[in-house]
């Protein structure tokens, strides 16, 4: 069975710094990411690595995040900077296979607040 945890979480003030961290049960992904759902809106892209740490952010987290992987630990992060109440959204881990399937951990939510 795969599974994505993350961690890393929680309450932040405006300008701070939180470091997600995403567990993955199985070295199987081509492409690890991270996406976040604000409060009342959809799910969309963070950003996201490939298996030869090629990366993309989307324009909101481009200059203050920053995702890398451990192949060794099969864990994958996402440092966040400058962290602006704008940024307030549950973080979900995402994995895609070789042949397109996605697994999601459950999340874990941050709150920047002052």
């Known amino acids: 069975q795969v599974q994505l945890v993350e961690s890393g979480g929680g309450l932040v003030q405006p300008g701070g710094s939180l470091r997600l961290s995403c567990a993955v049960s199985?070295?199987?992904?081509?492409?690890l990411g991270w996406y976040r759902q604000p409060p009342g809106k959809e799910r969309g892209l963070v950003a996201l690595?490939?298996?030869?740490?090629?990366?993309m952010y989307s324009d909101s987290a481009k200059g203050r995040f920053t995702i890398s992987r451990d192949n060794a630990k099969n864990t994958v992060y996402l440092q966040m900077n400058n962290l602006k109440p704008e940024d307030t959204a549950v973080y979900y881990c995402?994995?895609?296979?070789?042949?397109?399937?996605?697994?999601w951990g459950q999340g874990t939510q941050v709150t920047v607040s002052s």
């Open positions: 199985r070295s199987i992904f081509s492409v």
């Open positions: 995402n994995g895609v296979l070789a042949g397109g399937g996605h697994y």
């Open positions: 690595i490939t298996s030869s740490n090629r990366t």
